[in-house]
């Protein structure tokens, strides 16, 4: 099953939180791969508004686990997120139904 993620951003969190953790982040995402197939930013202006995972996962609760072990989730970087199930159709060029 693939679910698309949107995270929003706490504005009020310090642009130094992202910084600090953005390599762990990294190198959770990476070690995370056979799960999470895409991830970024959505920037507004150039300013940090929140970000989009793909994941492919078995179920909701998974996609779960996998936000709460993220390192920036205890920082309090987020302040909202959608976990939504996303029915893919399209993909390189191609119909995919």
């Known amino acids: 099953m693939k679910f698309a993620v949107l995270l929003e951003d706490n504005p009020a ?15 959770f995402l990476e070690e ?9 930013p959505l920037p ?18 998974t996609v779960e686990t996998l936000l709460h072990t993220d390192p920036f989730w205890s920082t309090g970087l987020r302040k909202s ?3 939504l199930i996303w029915k893919q159709v399209f993909a390189n060029g191609k119909k995919l139904i």
């Open 13 to 27: 969190a310090s642009t130094e939180i992202r910084q600090r953790y953005m390599p762990a982040h990294l190198d």
């Open 32 to 40: 995370n791969r056979d799960r999470i197939e895409a991830a970024g």
């Open 81 to 83: 997120v959608q976990i």
């Open 44 to 61: 507004v202006l150039g300013a940090g508004s929140g970000g989009l995972w793909v994941v492919e996962a078995p179920d909701k609760g």
